[in-house]
């Protein structure tokens, strides 16, 4: 399948034109990378590339099934109402006050209606939140100054941290003339210096913390979405399906910075996340010192 525009560039705007003739000149990238970021016109949920996410989408789908023929039935009726019951058609109306049978079903068939939402809905938190066994486990923290701060621990060939904030409209130009990555992969308002980068196919633990001030962590494509909070450890999961570069935002209001504030993971191939650890530990310095991450089990006690 192939990746299509996540974001297309309004006519006449110059740092669009600006960026596409900078996209022409870097050189071309060695294979088009997929990339999951909110499209122009979209109207329907990012396509999801982790269980949690497909899930989500069925739900969500069954929702409006559910939610069209509630609401078509109940136009239906009084419509129906209307014409039958007005003046003309109904001269002499009724004098009914009450209908034991009516009122016992409009009671119990919206019981029924919810029970059969309520049952997949909370199978499906279940499913999000008790975490399986992890192969990574990786820290974000929501820092007070509106950027993100990704935390690898040691023992699992990391050991460092590093800040990720959005590219500026500078540094993106700067970016994409340099080749790191063409106009579509580095969309405006949600790249970033430094992304988390993590493997396929592999079941990510993610513990989210917040300092200073509450943000959350938001990833839509991995129906991914929990609060950083400060001096609270928040964990879930995700495994990711498909390599590319996936956008998420904070999703909490948290100031002035909150909109600029966005989440890119690269997801890529265990050698190439391999060869990231070994230079992302010269890159940002490993430390020796134990790491800050919180052991997954102990966190879950
Ligand atoms: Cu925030």
Redesign the pocket.
């Known amino acids: 399948m192939k990746a299509k525009p996540t974001m297309q560039a309004r006519p006449f705007s110059a740092a669009a034109l600006f960026a596409a003739a900078a996209s022409l000149l870097s050189p071309p990238a060695q294979a088009e990378t997929y990339v999951s970021a909110p499209r122009d016109w979209e109207i329907n949920l990012q396509p999801m590339v982790t269980e949690v996410g497909h899930r989500i989408v069925s739900l969500h789908n069954g929702l409006v099934i559910i939610i069209t023929a509630i609401t078509v039935f109940v136009l239906a009726l009084m419509i129906y109402v209307c014409w039958r019951f007005n003046e003309k058609n109904n001269p002499t109306p009724s004098k009914t006050t009450h209908s034991t049978v009516l009122e016992v079903a409009w009671t119990v068939v919206p019981i029924l209606i919810l029970l059969g939402i309520a049952i997949p809905s909370f199978r499906l938190l279940r499913y999000q939140l008790i975490l399986p066994q992890g192969d990574i486990t990786v820290k974000a923290t ?1 820092k007070s100054n ?1 950027q993100w701060e990704y935390e690898y621990p040691k023992e699992q060939g990391g050991g460092f941290s590093y800040i990720s904030a959005m590219l500026t409209e500078d540094e993106r130009a700067k970016a994409i003339q340099s080749g790191r990555g063409t106009a579509h992969e580095l969309p405006r308002l949600l790249a970033v210096d430094n992304e988390l980068v993590l493997p396929v196919n592999k079941t990510v633990i993610l513990q989210v913390t ?1 300092e200073g ?4 962590f938001a990833l839509p494509a991995f129906g991914l979405k929990i609060d ?1 909070i400060p001096g609270r450890l928040n964990q879930t999961w995700f495994k990711a399906e498909r390599e590319g570069i996936y956008y998420g935002q ?6 002035v ?2 909109a600029f ?1 966005p989440i890119a993971i690269r997801i890529v191939s265990e050698q190439a996340y391999a060869q990231w650890l070994e230079d992302s530990k010269k890159k940002y310095g490993a430390i020796d010192a134990p790491s800050k991450i919180a052991s997954a089990a102990a966190a879950v006690q």
């Open positions: 929501g509106w917040g001030i509450i943000h959350n950083a904070c999703s909490r209001l948290c100031g910075n909150h504030m």
